[in-house]
């Protein structure tokens, strides 16, 4: 009862401020008239019509442009609009089916890396829809501050750069812990409560950004600073419901004079008995949290199983458990009812409830123990 | 794991069809010099502004009207638009703060009479979205042609009338049942696999049109054929998270020879100590279930607690479990996560799982027995 109490301080979370950013092909689209510049060709002025259906405004065409104007002088009601999504599918071949991806991120700092990273992706940018949710705290105000001028310089240049839809949401509870910094957010006791403020981030931004369009969701953190840049293709590629890659981070290794890699994210495993026991034994309301000395698990954590000297980008593992830091879900898997639990699911939290979740409604799990991305090291 | 097997052929589910209609006001935005009729006055010209930035297409109006040119012949990217939304509030005087409700519906059947009970509603039109999702079945299919039918009527009516939004989402798994005969539909060994099917529904629905202008979710089902026409006013006047009116029938009592009433959803309930026993005695995959005498849970009713001598339709009551048939809910509460789980969760599933949830969550559930809605008569 103390923890639905704790709970209800921050509850209930509303968005204060939801900046929706809609920049670039839209007005186009609009303004048919515009006098067609050299640089645009057709396929680039359908591409531009194509982005402004994008999924965080599904109505934005839902007229025709001249409506006939009844006798008393109104416009007449269009009519029906239908808009057709037998072709929204989630397939491997995603660029070809011209299929819509959401990049969902909790921003919590805004790192050029993460942005410069984002922007290089080489999947189509007229597909890709972009969401942000950040507290309502000095560190968010900069955060948000700096992903603004981000914004408004690539939307602003090249118009294969732009992305078709922006959106920024801000919450209105206090994030549990005022410092971001990692010490602290990584302190055991602070994590419970720290996981599910990020679980009701999480939520909000996915129910209230993803649309009819909307084929694939993208979880990114906002400290993941560099992925291969056809992160989009290869992840989509494997055409799994949920599939996560492996984080890491680079150091320098002050031993051996140079730089190396080393695992991050540690939310991404293979279940143990010892885990189970440990859960059977558990009251209703306490978690279970990986990583932790003072709690060992013996599950299997995909961040030790690369040989780095026999990569196979390719392998897949089954998990029973995931991190959020870059994740890829079809978007039905949400639709299908799967959210990051703010409350202990089968005493788990955030993005590792969530892989319980779609695996209680039927889909699969999968890890890519050989393909990386890495977080920033702060 | 049978289950999981049995629910993953439905899956993924994903929409094949989302038939967006914007009608009404819409047009008028876009045409600001389309001579405007004697009989829309200052104020009705503005809340027609205000119905276009209706939920479900937040981004409606992304520019300004006239972007300047740039010397290379495109029109200048837009500046950022803020929608500032710290007026997104969930408040007892909902319409005096313009508080945007979004009725949702899984559509099995069109009944004329549910639609005229909307009409009526006296919340203001333009504040309300209307969605809906229907099987692809034979029985979806005509469901929605009424269900159009119906709309184009409205929405080409008198102004007051037309709804500021309207989507039509169609399921591309099939419903577990063929018939919606209610005898077949209430078998109580047909009952997990409908509700299964039915969560399912109610997600995607949520899921994909819940935007970031909406304060409250009405959920409504299809046989719901009357209310009071203040149900919106009402139901927000209690300013609690997740609210349900009492659903009743109206029937025709041959020994008594008059019209009468009778309880019809028996979904609404507080928890007793038998319920809970047999909980604690069931596998992880089964779940209880209300209003079969096969499985008596001792739970109080809310359907069978009205003293019809003695109504009070301000009587509240705190409940475990809600019913579906009409079911107010802040859209805070989904936004953090709750929804309507497919799988058994604390052996409950639909609306009864998602009350559990939103108590999870360390929101409160509340029943109005003495305020009542009434269900078709088949």
Redesign the interface.
Known sequence: MAV??S??RT??????????????F???M??PS???????SASSQQRQENAAEHP?????K??FKS?P?RS???????P???????S???TPDSIANGERVLILTPLARFYQGYWDNIEKLTYPHELISLGFIAPKTREGNAAVAAL?KA??KT??GPIDNRFA?I?I?RQDFEPPLKSQNEKARHAMSAQKERRQSM??AR??L????????TSWVLWLDSDIVETPATLIQDLTGFDQ?VIVPNCFQRYYDSSKKKWDVRPYDYNSWVDSQTAQNLAANMGPDEILLEGYAEMPTYRTLMAHLPDMKKLDPKKMLALDGVGGTALLV?A??????A?????PFFHLVETEGFAK?A?????EVIGLPDYFVYHYNE
Request: aromatic share 10%; with cysteine.
């Open positions: 639905a109490r709970m209800r509850s209930p979370i509303s968005l204060v401020l939801a900046a929706l950013l809609a920049f670039g839209i007005c186009f609009l303004s515009a006098p067609s510049a050299s640089s645009a965080l405004s599904p109505p934005t839902p007229f409506q104007v008393d002088g109104y416009k007449a009601a269009p029906v609009v239908h808009y057709d999504l037998n929204l599918t989630n603004e914004i408004a939307q602003s839809s959106s949401l679980s009701r939520n909000s996915v129910f209230t950004t993803l649309g009819p369009g419901p079809k039905d898997v949400h639709r299908d009812g959210m990051f639990p703010a409350f979740m695996r209680r409604l039927g889909y």
